[in-house]
């Protein structure tokens, strides 16, 4: 049973950095695109960052861009957004996605069928 469990989300002052992890299991990820997505409250879940299988291309919205850096550890099937100069804007639970299919160029496409969901983790940046 394939489990994505999120942490690292809490409240922080406009400014401030935050990072989160998402620990895979129940698969051999190491292929597998995985990446993040965020829902703030009263909006759609939007495209944040992904990642690549195996050789580990990455991919940011546009909004993120020069902020978020997303990283993964294969050995540990572990998945990390880290997130600097946060504003209110990026308010929002983050989600964790994983794909079995290695390419995760399309995720920023709205509705991109991803097959794993993790439960997310809540980022209040307080201005």
């Known amino acids: 049973q394939v489990q994505l469990v999120e942490s690292g989300g809490g409240l922080v002052q406009a400014g401030g950095s935050l990072r989160l992890s998402c620990a895979a299991s129940?698969?051999?990820?190491?292929?597998?695109?995985m990446g993040w997505y965020r829902q703030a409250p009263g909006k759609e879940r939007e495209f944040v960052a992904a990642?690549?299988?195996?050789?580990?291309?990455?991919y940011y919205a546009d909004s993120v861009k020069g902020r978020f850096t997303i990283s993964r550890d294969y050995a540990q099937s572990t998945l990390y957004l880290q997130m600097n100069s946060l504003n209110s804007e990026d308010t929002a639970v983050y989600y964790c996605?994983?794909?079995?299919?290695?390419?995760?160029?399309?995720?920023?496409?709205?509705?991109?069928?991803?097959?794993?969901w993790g439960k997310g983790t809540l980022v209040t940046v307080s201005s």
């Open positions: 996605a994983a794909d079995p299919s290695p390419d995760a160029s399309r995720w920023y496409q709205p509705r991109y069928g991803i097959d794993y």
């Open positions: 129940g698969r051999t990820f190491s292929r597998y695109a």
């Open positions: 990642i690549s299988g195996s050789r580990g291309f990455t």
